[in-house]
Every structure is written in C-alpha cells, then in structure tokens.
C-alpha cells in the first residue's frame, strides 16, 4: 500500500494558479486509483479530482474546467494543476490511495486563497 505525501500548497490572490505534488511511496504506484480531496474550516473533506490507474479521470463540479489532476506513473506522482483559483478554493487539500478495499491518506496542504 503506499504512503502518499503532498507538497505545493500556499498562499495565492484570487485569479492565480497552484500545482499541487502528491508522491507516493512504498507500493505498487500503477495499480491504484489516486485522488485529491479538500477539507475547509467547518466543512466536511469533499473530493475534488480523481484518477484511476487506467487513467480515467472524475472533477467535482465546482473545479470542472478550471483543475486538471494527471499521474506520472514513472515517477510515483500526482499532480493537481489548480488555475482561476477562487476564495471558496480554499482549505486542506489531501491525497488518497485506493486499492480495492485499501486507502491511505496524506496529511495534508494547506492551499489559502485571497480575495
């Protein structure tokens, strides 16, 4: 099973782009399905990108257009490419791995956008 760990998080004004890292370790990185979540203060975690192993990807709704999660199996990475980033962006963003009836979690980036 892998470990995920996220960096790229930060401070950026309504309007910019972020490009979040999540590298994950200690499994087999190809054959799980690699998600993004966010948390924000009093919210609930939501998912906001998923990818599977084949590639296949899902947005929510309210990223659709403006995100783009890709994987570098090659590597061990994730990436989330966040642009026209919004206030309502903000919060914990998170990496998931999932296989089958296995997930892991990372601790966590903090991405802060200002208005």
């Known amino acids: 099973q892998v470990q995920p760990v996220e960096s790229g998080g930060g401070l950026v004004q309504a309007g910019g782009s972020l490009r979040l890292s999540c590298a994950a370790s200690?499994?087999?990185?190809?054959?799980?399905?690699m998600g993004w979540y966010r948390q924000a203060p009093g919210k609930q975690r939501e998912l906001v990108a998923d990818?599977?192993?084949?590639?296949?990807?899902v947005y929510a709704d309210s990223v659709k257009g403006r995100f783009t999660i890709s994987r570098d199996n090659a590597k061990n990475m994730v990436y989330l490419q966040m642009n026209s980033l919004k206030p309502e962006d903000t919060g914990v963003y998170y990496c998931?791995?999932?296989?089958?009836?296995?997930?892991?979690w990372g601790r966590g980036t903090q991405v802060t956008v200002s208005s």
């Open positions: 990818i599977t192993s084949d590639g296949s990807t």
């Open positions: 200690g499994g087999i990185f190809a054959i799980h399905d």
């Open positions: 998931n791995a999932k296989f089958r009836a296995f997930a892991s």
